[in-house]
């Protein structure tokens, strides 16, 4: 499993699954949501930062539904 640098300086292994419910949440529907998170799949490397997974995703989904990016750039998880 690859793993992922958070916002907080841990690692943490990739999750398809958080992506695609982030996605999800912020609007998109779920054939969007499904086909964004295999492209950024695709192209996450080892220790790569979650905010750069995160700019990635917003630049799929944009293509996709501009309003659900739009949503998804604005929420920020606040750091535990």
């Known amino acids: 499993m690859v793993k992922v640098k958070k916002r907080v300086g841990h690692m943490e292994d990739f999750d398809r699954a958080k992506l695609k419910a982030s996605l999800k949440k912020a ?3 779920e054939e969007h949501a499904t086909k964004v998170t295999e492209i950024v799949a ?3 490397k080892e220790g790569m930062a979650a905010n750069e997974i ?4 917003a630049t799929e989904l944009r293509r996709l539904d501009a309003t659900a990016a ?3 750039e604005a929420f920020k998880k606040p750091v535990k």
Do not use: E, L, S
């Not at 995160?54 to 995703?57: F, H, I, L």
């Open 54 to 57: 995160r700019r990635m995703a």
């Open 27 to 29: 609007g998109a529907k």
């Open 70 to 72: 739009q949503k998804y």
């Open 42 to 44: 695709g192209k996450v």
